[in-house]
Structures are given as C-alpha cells and as structure tokens.
C-alpha cells in the first residue's frame, strides 16, 4: 500500500434531508508511508475552486488480534474487528472492518469494505444505528489508482 496513489472520495451529503441520497465526489490525492508498526496517511482534498483541505491519518493492522485501528487529525481511535486476514495474498485481496463510530453526530455501528491490489486500493464504509438492526447505509467511499503506471514487464 506504501506509495503515491489519486483518486476520488464520493460520500453522503448530510446537508440534505435524511431520505436524500445525494453523493459528492471530490478528487482526491493519498501518499501512504511506513509509520512505526502501522501506515502513515496523508490526504489531499480539491473541494472547491479554491479551497484545499488535507488530513492525517494512521492505520495499525495487528494480525493476530484481527483488528484495525484508526487514528486521524484529532479524533479519537477507533478499532474494528478484521475479517479476511487469512485470504490476503502476497498484501492483496478483501477484508471487511465491523466497529463503532459516530455519524452524523449519533453513535453508529460501521462497517468497511477494504480491497488491495496492486495499483488498487478502494474503501466503502457503511453505518447504521446502534442496536438498530437496520441495513446499512451507504457513507462514503474511495476508490484510488497508483499515480505513476507500473513498470511493464518486456
């Protein structure tokens, strides 16, 4: 995952009404460096004309306790459960993150679908409720590409 990747984030537009399902899609850059046990990410936002709003984030997978953290720009950590550490091969293939979080303000369960290939890294993250046993909804997600072309094979 290590590396320059661009891309674009597409999230729910809160600002409309609750039965909306209004998406935004920003272009958006990710640099992706070793930090300690964990991944250091750096996020880069377009989100207007001229504004441009960027975030850090770590990422920690321990493989043994199948979990995941998250800890960014001043929000607190978060952890999930990790399924699918065992189908990952050679760092590539589906994972499925289950935690909770906060959205839209309320206590929420989450639920992250994470796939790594190559040149691919994508992310969708649904929440719903606590408790509620409602499906879950769609929050946001990213889809990035490696910014420089793979070297081919002659």
Do not use: C
């Not at 409309?16 to 935004?24: D, H, I, L, N, Q």
């Not at 606590?130 to 793979?150: I, K, M």
Request: proline letters at 5%; glycine letters at 8%; charged letters at 25%.
């Amino acid at each position: 995952m290590v590396g320059r990747w661009s891309g674009v984030l597409e999230y729910r537009d809160y600002s409309e009404p609750a039965t909306s399902t209004k998406r935004v899609q920003l272009p958006t850059w990710l640099t992706i460096a070793p930090r300690g046990a964990g991944l250091a990410l750096h996020f880069i936002y377009d989100d207007g004309p001229t504004k441009t709003v960027t975030e850090d984030d770590t990422w920690v997978f321990d493989a043994v306790a199948k979990t995941f953290s998250e800890a960014g720009s001043g929000e607190p950590v978060q952890l999930y459960q990790v399924d699918g550490l065992t189908s990952l091969k050679v760092g590539r293939g589906d994972l499925v993150l289950t935690g909770r979080t906060v959205d839209n303000d309320k206590p929420a369960e989450s639920r992250i679908s994470l796939t790594v290939r190559r040149n691919l890294i994508a992310w969708t993250e649904e929440v719903r409720p606590v408790g509620s046993g409602e499906a879950f909804a769609f929050r946001h997600r990213y889809v990035f590409t490696r910014a420089e072309a793979p070297v081919a094979a002659r």
